[in-house]
């Protein structure tokens, strides 16, 4: 069974930093693409960055020189270090893990930016 465990989300001033993490289990972890998305009230999900199995990181626009995704393929678990958050990065964070034939989601954790 695949699950994941996302932690690290809260309530943060403009300016602050989060640290979110998902660890999974259920499935070979290093073999596959991780990725961070978020959605918004009111507006899509959308990829805000993304790891492969062999470390290349590729990041949305809105957060480059930001935000930054890592892995530690011993401890089965992707990270998102988030700096200098903005009021526009409020949204529910997702976890998503990318296989050649299937896909999981973990259930998502909430970022709120306000002062």
């Known amino acids: 069974q695949v699950q994941f465990v996302e932690s690290g989300g809260g309530l943060v001033r403009p300016g602050g930093s989060l640290r979110l993490s998902c660890a999974a289990s259920?499935?070979?972890?290093?073999?596959?693409?991780m990725g961070w998305y978020r959605q918004a009230p009111g507006k899509q999900r959308e990829l805000v960055a993304h790891?492969?199995?062999?470390?290349?990181?590729d990041y949305a626009d809105s957060v480059k020189d930001r935000f930054a995704i890592s892995r530690d393929n011993a401890k089965n678990t992707v990270y998102l270090q988030m700096n200098s958050l903005k009021p526009d990065d409020t949204a529910v964070y997702y976890c998503?893990?990318?296989?050649?034939?299937?896909?999981?989601w973990g259930q998502g954790t909430q970022v709120t930016v306000s002062s």
């Open positions: 259920g499935i070979w972890f290093r073999m596959y693409a």
């Open positions: 998503n893990a990318a296989g050649r034939n299937d896909q999981h």
């Open positions: 790891i492969t199995s062999g470390g290349s990181t």
